[in-house]
């Protein structure tokens, strides 16, 4: 059973930076052709793509938000971290963690999602 | 970026109708597009990816068609848990998804 849940600070404040854990079960990220991804989703609107890390450390990021983010994974503790610096008011959200499998190489899992607020 | 387009916004109906939610994509995708399911305060659940293919344990109301620019969903008789806000996502270039069509009950 694939399980994904994202922990992190609820409350930020403007030009921090922000780091969200997803710790999974069910899979290992050193498996040939698995990701893990991140997408957000502000209150009230739709979803957004911010990245997505490979089992081979290959790593995607959104291109307008590139120069902010940073994924990596500890494949010993089964946990991907998305840090995103410069945090702003219109990064509040609900930051989700998604399974990605090369088979439908697209995101079947996902995590509960986290609520991030920032403000000062 | 490929942008992607949902029809309609919101969409009322009633249980046991047949509805059909269409997705654009700024450019020909092929066949690369899920939609999703999402109930507020919950997850997005996957229900149909390569614009056809019914995830495992999703029921046989649910079905998608399309390729290149064009999609839809259609769920074939309503039920009471189907009501709930769906997105198309396109994943040829990156992933970006529409912005969602909330089926509420007439």
């Known amino acids: 059973q694939i399980t994904l849940k994202e922990s992190g600070p609820t409350l930020v404040k403007p030009t921090q930076t922000l780091t969200l854990t997803c710790t999974f079960s069910?899979?290992?990220?050193?498996?040939?052709?698995?990701?893990v991804g991140w997408i957000r989703q502000p209150p009230g609107k739709a979803l957004e793509w911010l990245g997505l890390i490979y089992w081979n450390d290959d790593k995607r990021y959104r291109p307008s938000l590139k120069s902010r983010l940073t994924i990596i994974k500890d494949t010993s503790k089964n946990q991907v971290v998305l840090t995103m610096t410069n945090m702003d008011p219109v990064d509040t959200a609900t930051y989700y963690c998604a399974h990605h499998p090369d088979t439908i190489t697209t995101f079947d899992h996902w995590g509960q999602g986290t609520l991030v607020t920032v403000s000062s | 970026d490929i942008q992607m387009t949902q029809s309609p916004s919101t969409l009322s109906a009633s249980v046991g109708d047949r509805v059909t939610i269409t997705c654009r994509a700024s450019q020909t995708i092929g066949s690369w597009l899920a939609w999703y399911q999402q109930k507020p305060g919950k997850a997005p659940k996957l229900l149909i990816y390569k614009a056809s293919d019914l995830e495992s344990g999703v029921p046989s109301r649910f079905s998608g068609s399309g390729s290149g620019t064009e999609f839809t969903l259609t769920i074939s008789s309503l039920q009471p848990d189907d009501f709930a806000t769906y997105y198309c996502?396109?994943?040829?270039?990156?992933?970006?998804f529409g912005q969602g069509t909330k089926l509420e009950i007439k």
């Open positions: 069910g899979f290992s990220l050193s498996t040939n052709g698995l990701g």
């Open positions: 996502q396109q994943y040829n270039s990156y992933y970006s």
